[in-house]
Nanobody
Framework: QVQLVESGGGLVQAGGSLRLSCAAS????????MGWFRQAPGKERVFVAG????????SYSDSVKDRFIISRDNAKNTVYLQMNSLKPEDTAIYYC?????????????????WGQGTQVTVSS
């Protein structure tokens, strides 16, 4: 079992940056694949980025590739999402998620544990 708490969301102008954090509690955080998802108003929750336990494998959605960077610090039980060159279409609630299988996946159903989400709003 793992509990996830996101932080770092807020209001930013287009072109700006934010860094989201997801703090995990519970055992064996380092064995979990971690993912970030987002849900815009009126839309389904979709995959943004994922990272394996070692950090050796990362994956990004096409919409954020080359702008966002996912990373993790297993000593701090924390995963990060550095978001650069933000656009109004990045506005959403961002969720952290964890799965106990070895590879990054992009479906909601592949992740067993979820945080409560943090709001990111990008103004034009």
């Amino acid at each position: 079992q793992v509990q996830l708490v996101e932080s770092g969301g807020g209001l930013v102008q287009a072109g700006g940056s934010l860094r989201l954090s997801c703090a995990a509690s519970g055992r064996t955080f380092s064995s979990y694949v971690m993912g970030w998802f987002r849900q815009a108003p009126g839309k389904e929750r979709v995959f943004v980025a994922g990272i394996t336990w070692s950090g050796s494998e990362t994956s990004y959605s096409d919409s954020v590739k080359d702008r966002f960077i996912i990373s993790r610090d297993n000593a701090k039980n924390t995963v990060y999402l550095q978001m650069n060159s933000l656009k109004p279409e990045d506005t959403a609630i961002y969720y952290c998620a964890a799965r106990s299988f070895p590879h990054v996946r992009d479906r909601n159903s592949d992740y067993a544990y979820w945080g409560q989400g943090t709001q990111v709003t990008v103004s034009s």
